[in-house]
Structures are given as structure tokens and as C-alpha cells.
């Protein structure tokens, strides 16, 4: 299994950004999907996640409003917009793929993860 995530850069505070991720190697729509952050010095957060369909999306509370996740299993792609960006949102993105269909924020039901890819957001 392989997940490429990318998008990532450096934005100003209240700017946007669309991070991708590919995954290859297992069929996409048996799988939810989620992104995780992690800033410097601090543990991996639960960010947003996607059930296998699409219908179902979960979002931590610091980024619900200004996130948007979502997939297209034709393409085997998960997104995820961010608006309004603000400084601490700046960490390296992950997104990983959860060992059931449903929509998960524990890091502990995800089972492959991405390379990661840096956002930071400057003040």
C-alpha cells in the first residue's frame, strides 16, 4: 500500500490550501480515510476523516468551519481544503487509511500512513 500526499507550502494567515493524497495498492472505497497534523514539539492530532462513501466526515473541533475533507474513489484520491488558515495550524499533514470503512479520529484505527507534507502558516 502506498499514500503520496501533497499540496503542502507556506501560506499567510487566512490564506488557503488543497492537500491530495493518492493511494495505490488496496481498493480505495473499502476504506475511510482521514488527515492528521503534527506540529513541531507536539503528538499527532486527528484533523478530519471520510467514510468509505464520502456521505459521512468527522472534524476536530479547532478546524471544523474552515476544513472541508472529501474523496473521489474513481481517482482514488482523498482532499482536504483548508480556508482561513491560521499560524497554528502549521504542522506536517498525514493522511492514512483507517482499518474499517467508517469515519475515525483515533490514530490507533489507522494503519498506513503517508510521507507527510509540510504546511506553514505565518502570522
Known amino acids: 500500500v502506498q499514500l503520496q500526499a501533497s499540496g503542502g507550502g507556506s501560506v499567510q494567515a487566512g490564506g488557503s490550501l488543497r492537500l491530495s493524497c493518492a493511494m495505490s495498492g488496496r481498493t480505495f472505497s473499502n476504506y475511510g480515510m482521514g488527515w492528521f497534523r503534527q506540529a513541531p514539539g507536539k503528538e499527532r492530532e486527528f484533523v478530519a476523516a471520510i467514510n468509505w462513501s464520502g456521505r459521512t466526515t468527522s472534524y476536530a473541533d479547532s478546524v471544523k468551519g474552515r476544513f472541508t475533507i472529501s474523496r473521489d474513489n474513481a481517482k482514488n484520491m482523498v482532499y482536504l481544503q483548508m480556508i482561513s488558515l491560521k499560524s497554528e495550524d502549521t504542522g506536517v499533514y498525514y493522511c492514512?487509511?483507517?482499518?474499517?470503512?467508517?469515519?475515525?479520529?483515533?490514530?490507533?484505527?489507522?494503519?498506513?500512513w503517508g510521507q507527510g507534507t509540510l504546511v506553514t502558516v505565518s502570522s
Open positions: 492514512a487509511i483507517d482499518r474499517s470503512a467508517h469515519a475515525t479520529s483515533s490514530p490507533d484505527n489507522y494503519y498506513y
